[in-house]
């Protein structure tokens, strides 16, 4: 099934499932938006090799839109917050 | 002073992406204890929950987890818990651990919650099966917490969740989902009995910081949330106890 005449809200909600199946990526917590003929997709992920996979597996899905890649990959030695609690 | 590490939704895949990175041989200088709250491995595989426990592992404190919903993805989590167990993880669903920290008791009562939603907008247990099993699992989870946390003497007691017990720290997800992302009945559950801290993940567009009806501090600890590799709480002034035993209850 191609992107070209779906509604963007029903296509966004089908690349969000299947970013949660693709076992190459089971990711359930990013944004999926579709607009103008691009596809947006946000959110953090842990690592710089998920984020290209997120980006194949929408690119497999939607091959004639453009992708926005706005994924932000998580810091790896980022100093720790501290909270006291009394 | 008792400081502990937390942080959730690590997602490792069996490639075994190094989550705590770098700082893994620091924790100790930064924590008496980690506490991961739920969706340590991408699809609750095997082979991740095996990348993950040559990690931990290497963890210099003791490590005490409880599991998200990605770890019983593939529907074999006591397989999840039993490769983390292995390395001396100690995963909690519906129990109490008593830590000595240097003289203090630390109680960590740990489940993995479930969904439901919140005062005002939440489901009841009404109506078809699939419904009331939804609700009712909660609501047995919820149970199972108030009565572990009533058990759990100790100077710092502290409870570990995947799913949010309130709605402040979802705040930046969609409020539609809410219901999916939690349960105001661990929130009340807590507020029955009392407790210090409450932390879990789940919520990765949510917001670090809330609190239950009762009080009680509330973090969401979610990795892509924080941006770092755990957030530490540290607890002062507490009463030294020189007799604490660490222990398991069923």
Redesign the interface.
């Known amino acids: 099934m191609g992107c070209g005449s779906e509604p963007t809200a029903y296509l966004a909600e089908r690349i969000r499932i299947a970013l949660a199946h693709d ?1 190459r990526t ?4 990013l ?1 999926v938006s579709v607009a103008a003929g691009r596809v947006v997709v946000s ?5 710089a ?2 984020s290209r996979d997120v980006v194949t597996v929408v690119r497999e899905l939607c091959p004639d839109l453009e992708i926005q890649d706005d994924l ?1 990959v ?13 | 002073m008792i400081r502990v590490a937390a942080v959730g939704d690590l997602h490792v895949d069996a490639e075994g992406a190094e989550v705590l990175g770098p700082r893994l041989a620091r924790l100790a200088d930064d924590a008496d204890v980690l506490l991961l709250a739920g969706d340590l491995t991408r699809c609750g595989g095997r082979r991740e929950a095996d990348a993950l426990a040559a990690e931990l592992a290497r963890v210099p404190v003791p490590v005490v987890a409880v599991l998200g919903n990605h770890d019983h993805h593939a529907g074999e989590p006591r397989e999840v818990g039993a490769r983390l167990a292995a390395v001396g993880v100690r995963v909690l669903e519906g129990e109490q651990l008593l830590l000595d920290v240097r003289g203090s008791r630390v109680g960590i009562v740990g489940t993995i919650g479930f969904g439901g939603g919140f005062e005002g907008a939440c489901g009841s247990d009404f109506g078809e099966p699939e419904m009331k099993a939804f609700i009712g699992h909660t609501q047995r989870l919820a149970a199972r917490l108030e009565q572990r946390l009533a058990a759990t003497e100790a100077d710092v007691r502290i409870v570990l969740l995947h799913y949010a017990p309130v709605p402040e720290t979802l705040f930046g997800e969609r409020l539609e989902i809410y219901p999916f992302l939690g349960s105001y009945l661990f929130a009340e559950a807590v507020d029955r009995i009392g407790a210090d801290l409450v932390v879990h993940g789940h919520a990765h567009a949510g917001s670090e910081r809330g609190m239950t009806r009762g009080g009680v501090r509330v973090r969401n600890v979610a990795l892509p949330l924080i941006n770092r590799p755990y957030r530490v709480f540290s607890f002062t002034g507490r009463e030294l106890h020189v007799d604490g035993a660490l222990e398991i209850a069923p």
């Open positions: 076992p089971h990711e359930l917590g944004l959110g953090t992920v842990t690592s090799t998920r932000r998580k810091a790896a030695d980022a100093p720790p917050d501290s909270e006291t609690v009394t």
